[in-house]
């Protein structure tokens, strides 16, 4: 019902509304006081709108599976609105000298990227970008826009990156257990770690910071190392958004030119633990932290095949890189940009826009596509669902060797399957991997009627690939100057590669029939 699902969408808000108020402390410590009032108003109005929603209908029935599945859409798509508001807010009230003020001495502009956000559609495509982590921005230079607005960007990737429904279940008491496990399902991919869904949503929060807090150490000590003359508060600073950004696989930076801005290989080098942390799952994690299962390393297909991904994916994508004569460092710009794509971070490195096609095609099929592992923070169609088709298919060449008296099970993550069973995982997995496809590919085609004839199909292609495997790499379509429809297409496809498509499509099918939900009973393919 109605009540229902704006009784739930009340809770997220109220933690959107205080996630939007923590920037405002950043604000205060760098005397940047229009940005910090700017958070206040902005988290303060949608904390009131969430404390009026729960208000209003304290008493409507808990979610059920459907519901759930409409109530992670549209929640989505509202928080993801309203996250732009501080954007449009800071850039309304801050005057054109102050904003000024915050571009670098030296830096080669004369305008801050602030300005940008007086157009509401810009505050929403950033805003999307950030709570999906997906990375492509309307901040042209980032360090012109202040350290409250850089800071709240990489938060807003860090919140995301774990979910808005995880964050209101593991704060928030539900009235049953059943209802709980049906939000988390229709948000997250990450599989029980806990008896109840409200102790597996704190474990999930647990091991998050704690990774994010060795991410954020590790990177304090490594950029003092390799750069000494780095101010030490300049390297705080960026250490802990970075740290935010690669945990969430979101790949928002502190710098003008990304990663590339350090013009340092070794600092680059650093950066890919981070991003290899974030492609892993979080049950992984916590296996290895809290259970001390270290065999996971090699038992967990994921993990296992992601490692294998790594390495071999880098070495293809240096290689086709070397033949194609484009780059200086084939190899420094392969491995870095190959790992950012596959780990859907989106840190960048290189000049994108000036690969040949097939290294582009490279990435984007084998690196962007695919993803991390599932119960990350990634995008794409996730590993598993990789594994499981790739299973598939082997097993349906080998099986005609068999008899037909012959019973094989099939070896899936530790698992045991049953052919029956097997063929259930993969007609979920290919028709996802289908969908994905055709809304990559229709997408791609519709954006090249919004383009600058300087871009091809193939940027067109990766861009829309970035933007639904939330990825964030660009080849530089993606700007404050593209078109409205085109930014309009990006937002649709960042929301629904986050939400991996079906709640989108629940969605739409309830607008379509009408609220409530009667059509839901006759919905067997949710």
Known sequence: MLKTIFKQIGSLLKVLGIVEMIPSLVADIYGEWYSAAGFIVSGAIIFCIGVSLNLLFKDAEEPRQTQALVIASSAWLILTFLGGLPFYVI???????????????????????????????????????????????????????????????HFAQWVGGAGFVVMVLAIFKQRSDRSALLLFGSESSIEKLKPRIIETARAIWKVYLILTIFSAIYLIIGTYLILPDYPLSENVFDSINHAMAGQSTGGFSTLDDSIAGYNSAKMEMLYLLPMILGAFSIPFFYKVIFLRKFNEFWKDAQTRSLIFAFVAGSAIQSFLLFKSQIVPTPVREGVFQFISAMSTTGWQTSNIGTWDWKSVLFMVAFA???????????????????????????????????????????????????????????????????????????????????????????????????????????SGISDPSMSPVLELIYIFQMWAGRLEIIPIFALFRALLHGLPFPIFKKMNIL
């Open 368 to 474: 962007m596509f695919i993803g991390g592992a599932s119960g990350a923070t990634v995008g794409g169609i996730k590993m598993i669902r990789a594994i499981v088709i790739k299973k598939e298919v082997m097993w349906q060449i080998s099986k005609t060797f068999f008899s037909e008296n012959t019973v094989r099970k099939i070896k899936l993550n530790q698992k045991s399957l049953l052919p029956e069973e097997m063929n259930d995982e993969f007609s979920k997995a290919a028709s996802l991997a289908i969908l994905f496809f055709v809304f990559i590919i229709v997408s791609a085609f519709v954006a090249t009627l919004f383009t600058s004839e300087r871009f091809s199909f193939a940027d067109s292609l990766m861009e829309s690939t970035s933007a639904q495997a939330t990825v964030g790499l660009s």
């Open 91 to 153: 850039a309304r009230i801050t005057p054109l000298e102050v904003m000024n003020n915050f571009i670098p001495t030296n830096a080669g502009y004369d305008v801050s990227s602030l300005i940008y956000f007086k157009k509401p559609i810009h505050c929403f495509f950033e805003s999307m970008s950030a709570y999906t982590t997906t990375g492509l921005t309307m901040t042209v230079h980032e360090p012109s826009v202040g350290k409250g607005v850089l800071f709240y960007r």
